[in-house]
């Protein structure tokens, strides 16, 4: 509804249930890699111009408390951009890697990061939460408390 000049959301938990639910991964393809330090490896992406961001999956510690495992999914819009700059190993088990980068056209990925102190660049709650309501039972449970904090920023 409107007053004035302002815009009110009526119903936010129905808009980002439907968010949710059509939201697809555009995953074209994946690299891992090991490297021995992600975060500045990482900074050096953004100087020589290749957009990336840490997944939300990867960017759940950052909302609430979880668990996450190796290796930490890093979206990039070229990935052959990404690999020539980085300085890895290929590495083909998934579990010894520390990066997993994925290449993907999907903006939702690189909307509203938030950059830290070091150059990360995370995920927003609303990617985050996205990747996770659509995840494993586990990764639910965890999105429902990003929802929440979402609801509650809303609700301001």
Same mark, same amino acid.
């Given at each position: 509804?409107?007053?004035?000049?302002?815009?009110?959301?009526?119903?936010?938990?129905?808009? /980002?249930?439907?968010?949710?639910?059509?939201?697809?991964?555009?995953?074209?393809?994946?690299?891992?890699?090991?490297?021995?330090?992600?975060?500045?490896?990482?900074?050096?992406?953004?100087?020589?111009?290749?957009?990336?961001?840490?997944?939300?999956?990867?960017?759940?510690?950052?909302?609430?408390?979880?668990?996450?495992?190796?290796?930490?999914?890093?979206?990039?819009?070229?990935?052959?951009?990404?690999?020539?700059? /980085?300085?890895?190993?290929?590495?083909?088990?998934?579990?010894?890697?520390?990066?997993?980068?994925?290449?993907?056209?999907?903006?939702?990925?690189?909307?509203?990061? #938030?950059?830290?102190?070091?150059?990360?660049?995370?995920?927003?709650? /609303? #990617?985050?939460?996205?990747? /996770?309501?659509?995840?494993?039972?586990? #990764? #639910?449970?965890?999105?429902?408390?990003?929802?929440?904090?979402?609801?509650?920023?809303?609700?301001?």
């Amino acid at each position: 509804s409107t007053s004035g000049r302002s815009i009110h959301l009526r119903n936010p938990l129905r808009l /980002l249930e439907r968010l949710s639910l059509e939201w697809r991964s555009s995953i074209e393809q994946k690299v891992y890699l090991r490297v021995i330090n992600p975060r500045a490896e990482l900074a050096n992406l953004t100087c020589v111009g290749v957009p990336w961001a840490v997944t939300g999956k990867s960017s759940v510690t950052r909302y609430t408390a979880f668990g996450e495992g190796r290796p930490m999914r890093i979206a990039v819009s070229k990935l052959s951009k990404a690999v020539e700059h /980085l300085k890895g190993t290929p590495e083909a088990v998934p579990h010894f890697a520390d990066i997993e980068l994925i290449e993907t056209t999907d903006a939702g990925f690189f909307f509203q990061n #938030q950059c830290d102190s070091e150059g990360m660049r995370w995920s927003s709650p /609303l #990617q985050t939460w996205i990747e /996770l309501n659509n995840g494993e039972g586990r #990764q #639910q449970d965890a999105a429902r408390e990003i929802r929440d904090n979402i609801l509650r920023e809303i609700k301001r």
